[in-house]
């Protein structure tokens, strides 16, 4: 008989989501530091974790600004 083992951090698990206005702020940042491609996959990130938010709403359209 096989036992299988998973090594997993658990700060990953204790670790509790980032807010929608974190998720939007650091994809700002992104903005302000002219990388518009990781703005734009942090901007989806904010839609995709908080997708009834007010800041989903926002991040589309910042998405398709940048």
């Known amino acids: 008989m096989a036992i299988l083992a998973a090594c997993s951090d658990q700060e990953d698990i204790t670790k ?16 302000d530091e002219e990388n518009y491609k990781g703005a734009v996959g942090a901007f989806e ?4 974790q908080h997708p009834y938010s007010q800041w989903a709403a926002h991040a589309q359209i910042m998405a398709a600004y940048a």
């Open 45 to 48: 990130e904010v839609e995709r």
């Open 16 to 31: 509790p989501p980032d807010t929608p206005e974190k998720l939007y702020s650091d994809a700002r940042q992104l903005i």
